[in-house]
């Protein structure tokens, strides 16, 4: 992330700030006011001279730019004569007249970066989010302190750092979403201004980093990228939804996906594009609540191996053939073939002949590579590769016998 620059403000200097042959250090264009304790009496001669070329004031001040790319340095003059009014002999003849010649030395330093370098974060030894950046070494700032200002979760928080040599702070709180540290640089010198830095960084999980797996006909797995710094994670269904999941891990397993989906407006994992959150708090979080306002990953649960239903009724039914490990879905007269682990869409195809009777299952014959579809008076029988269809039609006694075996499963085969 890169971090904005300061803006370009001029730096502000007073000549009553430094005594007589002090150095004044000038690193960018700079105002040099003048401020002068004399005698009471007339100013009769004022001169401003830089390496002995006579300066102009501008409404009290010269304005200095360093105008080479190399360090240089110049001698900065103050002549003043001053008439205190005396009335001897000597005071009208001029000799009491006050002079005072003042020196001082101008450094220009072109170039100079005049705010903090190399701002960084970085995940430390204890997988916490650390800010650092290297110590200001110009001649005439001496650090004094620091001061931090950042927010999370609606709050602010300011740290000081008083150690001038301590150029870095460790945030706990800081997980994911958007961060924001300002950064004031105190320094001892009265003549120097704080500087002002501003840091900012996202952290964030790519757009459907959601994944879902089978790890059995009617269980599975949710998961997502493990955060980079050390958290806590909350799983929730729908737009402020109800939280399903919270724990430290990044996935969580659904022994029962007719039980996880019963009342949904989606058969999950085949869904409408509907969108799932996921909170990404501080590790130390007691309670994750949809209502705090928490730093949140929206997704949806959808990629071209997964189905997305556009309109119509919901008539799905689902099977699985554990030995070629492949996961059959049927709406209507249309088929998906999928691949049981990562999902991959293998084929997908209509078969017109079927009926549309449905009694909510449909199974897979592993000896024979078939489809089996109960129906009305009959089973339906349509090959894995979707292009062979039987129709088997019940006689009277082996529909009731079917239809018994249906209800009282068990005591059919006690029989």
Known sequence: MDVPKPDDTEIILNLADFPTGAAIYIYKKTKLHYQLSLPEGQV???????????????????????????????????????????ESIAGKLGFE???????????????????????????NKDDHFELTWDKPELEQYTVDKYRITYYHNNKTYVKEITDPHETGFVDSLAVF?????????????????????????????????????????????????????????????GYY??????????????????EFTRDKNNLFPFSQGVLYELYVVPFDTKSISKDGAWSIHYDVLYSPSLITIEDGYLDFQI??????????????????????DDLELLDQGEVDELSLS???RIFCSEKSSLIVIPSSGCIELVSYDL?????LQFDREEELTYREYLLHPLSVQRT
């Open 358 to 360: 449905w009694n909510g």
């Open 97 to 123: 007249n006050y002079i005072g010649k003042f020196e001082y030395t101008l450094v220009f330093i072109p170039d100079a970066v005049l705010h903090l370098n190399n701002i960084v974060h970085h995940r």
């Open 387 to 391: 292009k062979n269809y039987e129709k």
């Open 177 to 237: 979403g958007a961060l924001y540290y300002r950064i004031e640089t105190f320094f001892k010198e009265a003549i120097r201004e704080p500087w002002v830095d501003v840091y900012t960084t996202v952290i964030e999980f790519p757009k459907n980093s959601i994944r879902f797996e089978y790890t059995g006909v009617n269980s599975g797995k949710i998961s997502w990228p493990k955060n980079e710094y050390k958290s806590r994670y909350a799983f929730a269904t």
């Open 44 to 86: 009769l001669k004022k001169r401003f001279s830089l390496n002995g070329e006579e300066m102009y004031l501008m409404d009290g001040y010269f304005e200095l730019v360093p105008t080479s790319n190399v360090r240089t340095t110049k001698k900065l003059t103050v002549d003043i004569e001053v008439d205190p009014h005396s």
């Open 319 to 340: 099977c699985t053939d554990t030995p070629t490990n492949r996961l059959f879905v049927r709406n209507g007269y249309n088929f998906w073939i999928y691949d049981k």
């Open 241 to 258: 939804g109800d939280i399903v999941y919270e724990g430290e891990e990044n996935y969580f397993e659904i022994d029962d996906l007719i």
